[in-house]
């Protein structure tokens, strides 16, 4: 079975980029800035075929207007490891949100350039979020280029982790604020705003990817639905519009609970597989993705068909 993994992160160390997420896990920036063999040893001791990579670009997000330097810096470092090993690799750009009208261009040049599928972004830049009109110039080319703009988790901004992750135990308190929980609401949330704000309709040709089983949504899309939808007419709900334009992965997840909510929701054609290298183990995903309880045409839709039709790997 082929199996291409589309959220699988990278962090030159010798870049000097800003804000590598989890950097304080042991060993992680070893595997974070390897881009040739052992990063290749891991995904055939997995039986990965294919790895997107994306930088962890937080920082670079935030950075102003150093942003722009520093992204095409990250990003020429991942197409030369596309170009390295192309029937390996694949990337998603990252782009200097600080300059909108910069990270528009920049996408436009690393997928007219070095073939790069997409883009990642990382949650709120500055705590705006991605239907403010700032960004229109980033959704219109994506939308102009046909390629998905995967929404990635990201800290949560300094007043919000004040109110609610802090005076916590120092290790539970960070660990609320990101993979224990906090980001995966923001990013579901995140996803409504778009939904809610106008902005899909808007790009209605936007494709966005969200990982970790669907941020919260497959559970709670029919809630909000409910609460969220307008009584109106001629208006797509809130239901439709999420599963017209979103789809999800499974980075991180590897139980099946998770995996049957979000089947019931968003159905195998709108789930894709990830690792979330190197944060989760790549051996421990791909056992759970065979082993799971999905006839052979959903397997292959989640291993890599569905990959193959939105990223043309």
Sequence with gaps: MRIIAIEEHAFPKDLDLPGAMGSGMPGVLDELDDLGEGRLATMDAAGVDVQVLSVLGHGIQEAGAA????????????????????????????????????????????????????????????????????????????????????????????????????????????????????????????VLRLAVSGTFDAHPDLRLVVGHMGENLPFSLARADERLTPSSAGERSVWDTVLDQV????AGYTTGPPLACALATFGPERILFSVDHPFADSTQATSFLRDAALDDGDRDCIAHGNAKALLGL
């Design 67 to 190: 942003g722009v330097g520093l992204a095409r810096a990250a990003n020429d470092r991942l197409a030369a490891a596309v170009a390295e090993h192309p029937d390996r690799f694949g990337a998603f750009a990252t782009l200097p949100l600080g300059d909108p009208t910069a990270a528009a261009e920049e996408l436009r040049r690393t997928v007219g350039e070095a073939g790069f599928v997409g883009a990642m972004i990382f949650g709120q830049t500055h705590g705006r979020f991605l239907d403010d009109p700032q960004f229109t110039p980033v959704l219109a080319a994506a939308t102009a280029l046909g390629v998905p703009i995967y929404l990635h988790p990201a800290p949560p901004p300094p007043a919000v982790a004040d109110v609610y992750f802090a005076r916590l135990p120092e290790h539970a308190g960070a660990t609320l604020a990101t993979a224990g929980w906090g980001w995966h609401a923001e990013t579901g949330m995140h």
């Design 247 to 250: 789809l999800i992965t499974t």
